[in-house]
């Protein structure tokens, strides 16, 4: 007769992502088939023993997490994007999410991993970001995010609306400031955006001079006020280097997701739309047209 341990490995090499159990010890407890295609490191190569160095950008943050207080341990499940090394030799980004495991008394046992590979990075339009891994973190965590909003939404969930956010000032402070200064600008900018985003509402970086924001407004008409909204705060951004005091404006393309298109046209859309806000001088909002407007017969 089959016993509980043969079932639950049966279940867990049956998942499309990859699974590790550690040990309260950090010890590999469980390595799933999925976790061995992402990594080349096969079960036989791992279980019973620390991870080997390679994988510790994956496993090792996990372990890490396992001194987080309980009241912080509810950050655990969020998707943060890592960086480990293919057995092979090259990178593998992948998106992994931590659990504690506690006993009947809340005791901590250990901590499990899931984790599937990050390639669609580059699926879908982007900003561009040459500023290094924290963008590209930022852009990893957003995306994911936005994949399933998006999903709830072509299954009859709420509705989703996308504003691409590009700072006028950006590029030209950087060439003429450097990249701190623009850096110190931008997190400047994103202050100020958090203050007038809904309580449901994401925003994260989406390239070196770019922002996603992620929203529920119900209609496009809705979605472009709040737009409007936003860019007027934005000039309220109090930004000062070495005593000068910049004036700061934001380009917005906002496009509402329609039924039977793809997560790739909803973005392009906007982008589409914040290159038009931008070309006509920035500081402006630009609505992407409806794809499924029916013309007059």
Same mark, same amino acid.
């Given at each position: 007769?089959?016993?509980? !341990?043969?079932?639950?490995? =049966?279940?867990?090499?049956?998942?499309?992502?990859?699974?590790?159990?550690?040990?309260?010890?950090?010890?590999?407890?469980?390595?799933?088939?999925?976790?061995?295609?992402?990594? /080349?490191? @096969?079960?036989?190569?791992?279980?019973?023993?620390?991870?080997?160095?390679?994988?510790?950008?994956?496993?090792?943050?996990?372990?890490?997490?396992?001194?987080?207080?309980?009241?912080?341990?509810?950050?655990?499940? +969020?998707?943060?994007?890592?960086? &480990?090394?293919?057995?092979?030799?090259?990178?593998?980004?992948?998106?992994?999410?931590?659990?504690?495991?506690?006993?009947?008394?809340?005791?901590?046992?250990?901590?499990?991993?899931?984790?599937?590979?990050?390639?669609?990075?580059?699926?879908?339009?982007? @900003?561009?970001?040459?500023?290094?891994?924290?963008?590209?973190?930022?852009?990893?965590?957003?995306?994911?995010?936005?994949?399933?909003?998006?999903?709830?939404?072509?299954?009859?969930?709420?509705?989703?609306?996308?504003?691409?956010?590009?700072?006028?000032?950006?590029?030209?402070?950087?060439?003429?400031?450097? !990249? /701190? &200064? %623009?850096?110190?600008?931008?997190?400047?900018?994103?202050?100020?955006?958090?203050?007038?985003?809904?309580?449901?509402?994401?925003?994260?970086?989406?390239?070196?001079?770019?922002?996603?924001?992620?929203? +529920?407004?119900?209609?496009?008409?809705?979605?472009?006020?709040?737009?409007?909204?936003?860019? @007027?705060?934005?000039? !309220? &951004?109090?930004?000062?280097?070495?005593?000068?005091?910049?004036?700061?404006?934001?380009?917005? /393309? =906002?496009?509402? =997701?329609?039924?039977?298109?793809?997560? &790739?046209?909803?973005?392009?859309?906007?982008?589409?739309?914040?290159?038009?806000?931008?070309?006509?001088?920035?500081? +402006? !909002?630009?609505?992407?047209?409806?794809?499924?407007? %029916?013309?007059?017969?």
């Amino acid at each position: 007769m089959t016993d509980r !341990t043969e079932l639950l490995e =049966a279940a867990m090499d049956s998942m499309p992502e990859g699974v590790a159990l550690l040990g309260g010890e950090g010890q590999i407890l469980l390595w799933n088939r999925s976790a061995e295609a992402i990594t /080349g490191y @096969g079960s036989a190569d791992l279980l019973s023993r620390q991870a080997p160095e390679p994988l510790e950008p994956l496993l090792l943050a996990g372990a890490r997490l396992v001194n987080i207080e309980p009241d912080a341990g509810g950050q655990l499940g +969020h998707r943060t994007l890592v960086y &480990a090394s293919h057995k092979q030799g090259h990178d593998v980004p992948v998106m992994a999410r931590y659990f504690m495991l506690r006993d009947g008394m809340g005791g901590r046992m250990g901590m499990a991993i899931l984790f599937h590979p990050a390639d669609n990075l580059d699926a879908l339009p982007h @900003g561009e970001s040459s500023q290094g891994g924290d963008v590209k973190a930022s852009q990893a965590v957003v995306e994911d995010r936005l994949a399933t909003m998006f999903g709830d939404f072509t299954r009859g969930g709420l509705p989703l609306g996308v504003l691409w956010i590009s700072v006028d000032q950006a590029a030209e402070l950087r060439k003429t400031h450097g !990249t /701190g &200064a %623009c850096e110190a600008m931008l997190e400047k900018i994103k202050q100020t955006l958090a203050n007038g985003l809904r309580p449901a509402e994401e925003m994260g970086r989406w390239g070196d001079d770019e922002f996603l924001i992620l929203s +529920h407004e119900r209609t496009p008409e809705m979605l472009e006020t709040h737009a409007q909204a936003l860019g @007027g705060l934005a000039r !309220t &951004a109090d930004f000062r280097w070495w005593g000068d005091r910049a004036t700061l404006t934001v380009s917005i /393309g =906002a496009a509402q =997701a329609e039924q039977e298109e793809s997560l &790739a046209d909803l973005l392009e859309r906007a982008k589409t739309s914040m290159i038009t806000s931008f070309q006509a001088g920035g500081n +402006h !909002t630009t609505s992407a047209p409806r794809r499924n407007t %029916c013309s007059p017969s």
